[in-house]
């Protein structure tokens, strides 16, 4: 168990229809980061937040968003969603953004019909 | 920019026998290395980190890499692999930025 709680684990929606993805990082991580695993393009960066503020931005489409709360969490909006969004998606953590060491959650495996 | 090359997309093994997965980075910078481990359905795993210091690492799970600066390389090792080692393993690299780029991943497939 790294520490780092992603929900829903599975979610299941339609073309054009917008999710919300949550992420809780491990006790004390201050940074977040999110990416997007398909069979096509691999693990892709798409945006980090630290301690509230956004800090590195990927390949994150127009159509995606992301914020980080006060109290750490993270939410990764997806809207007008394309059968070309269905990927998993992670969230991970890590104490400072100092080295690139993450820790990762068990992903949120989105599947658009 | 920085890169990462896994040369195999698939390593298969028999049980015991020993094992290297490659890795191959591009940077203009110093660099921090990774190797993760995926099990199915779940999450990516550290293995091991190269920081600073010793070029020979050694992680969890009896795994150890070499980082060569002149081959520009990170590969990935066991002595002696498990079925319990069939899996997905990640190769990174950071620099500057310190956002992980990650490779292609290699599957390690472990035969009885």
């Known amino acids: 168990d790294s520490g780092v709680t992603q929900t829903p684990k599975h979610l299941i929606t339609a073309t054009g229809q917008r999710v919300t993805l949550r992420c809780s990082p491990r006790s004390g991580d201050l940074s977040v980061y999110w990416y997007q695993q398909s069979l096509d393009q691999g693990l892709q960066f798409l945006i980090q937040y630290y301690n509230g503020e956004e800090r590195a931005k990927g390949n994150i489409l127009e159509r995606f968003s992301a914020q980080q709360f006060p109290d750490l969490h993270s939410e990764l909006n997806l809207s007008s969603l394309e059968l070309g969004d269905s990927a998993l998606y992670f969230c991970?953590?890590?104490?400072?953004?100092?080295?690139?060491?993450?820790?990762f959650g068990e992903g949120s495996r989105l599947t658009v019909l | 920019a920085q890169s990462v090359t896994q040369l195999d997309s698939q390593v298969p093994v028999f049980e015991e026998a020993p094992v290297e997965l490659r890795c191959n980075y591009s940077?203009?910078?110093?660099?921090?290395l990774f190797w993760y481990v995926q099990y199915p359905n779940q999450g990516l795993q550290l293995l091991l980190k190269?920081?600073?210091?010793?070029?020979l690492v050694k992680g969890i799970n009896g795994f150890e890499a070499e980082f060569n600066k002149s081959q520009t390389s990170f590969h990935l090792r066991k002595p002696s692999v498990h079925i319990s080692d069939t899996a997905e393993y990640f190769c990174a690299v950071s620099a500057g930025s310190y956002i992980p780029t990650f490779g292609r991943g290699t599957s390690l497939i472990v035969h009885p």
């Open positions: 991970a953590s890590s104490v400072a953004d100092n080295t690139g060491e993450l820790f």
């Open positions: 190269y920081l600073s210091g010793s070029t």
């Open positions: 940077s203009s910078v110093s660099v921090y």
